[in-house]
Every structure is written in structure tokens, then in C-alpha cells.
């Protein structure tokens, strides 16, 4: 099982980036796909997440109009369009996968916001 995030880096406040999650060694379309963020000295936290089918999404209420869930079962691939972007959602943002008792995390990508 891998999961493999891509996309962070430095943007501006008001900016934005998309960030992606390649996952390989299950089925991807199985697992509901969650992405949270940890900033320094803060807990972990959920940011978004999107049913299986992807038919049912939910956010944080901080990234609510300005964050984008989505999926692509073709491409085993899950998205973060980030809109919007301010100096409090800077952070490492980690892509999860969840089944059940089956839980599997990627290894994290940085999204610094500053101007």
C-alpha cells in the first residue's frame, strides 16, 4: 500500500495550489479518501473528505468555500483544490485512506502560505 502526495509548496496569501494523492497496492475505489493537515504545535487536523464513490464530501468548517475535494478512481488519484489560501493554512497536508479497520497514510506534503 502506498500513498504518494504531490503539489505543495510556497504561494502567496490569496493564492492557490492542488495538491494530489497517487495511492497503488489496493483498490482505490474501496476507500473513503480523507486529507488532514498538521501545523507546528498543532494536532492533527481533518480537512476534507470524500466517499468511495465520491458522492458524499465534507470539509473543516476553516477551509469551507475555499477547499475542493475530489477523485479520480480511473487514475487512483485524489485531489485538494485549495482557493483562497491564508497564512493559517500553512502546514504539512497528509493524504489518508480508510476501510474498515484498513487505515494507510501518505508520507506528507508541506504548503507554506507567506507572502
Known amino acids: 500500500v502506498q500513498l504518494v502526495e504531490s503539489g505543495g509548496g510556497l504561494v502567496q496569501p490569496g493564492g492557490s495550489l492542488r495538491l494530489s494523492c497517487s495511492v497503488s497496492g489496493f483498490t482505490f475505489s474501496n476507500y473513503r479518501m480523507s486529507w488532514y493537515r498538521q501545523a507546528p504545535g498543532k494536532e492533527l487536523e481533518l480537512v476534507a473528505r470524500?466517499?468511495?464513490?465520491?458522492?458524499?464530501?465534507t470539509y473543516a468548517d476553516s477551509v469551507k468555500g475555499r477547499f475542493t475535494i475530489s477523485r479520480d478512481n480511473a487514475k487512483n488519484t485524489v485531489y485538494l483544490q485549495m482557493n483562497s489560501l491564508q497564512s493559517e493554512d500553512t502546514a504539512v497536508y497528509y493524504c489518508?485512506?480508510?476501510?474498515?479497520?484498513?487505515?494507510?497514510w501518505g508520507q506528507g506534503t508541506q504548503v507554506t502560505v507567506s507572502s
Open positions: 489518508n485512506a480508510a476501510r474498515g479497520a484498513l487505515d494507510s
Open positions: 470524500i466517499s468511495s464513490v465520491g458522492g458524499l464530501r
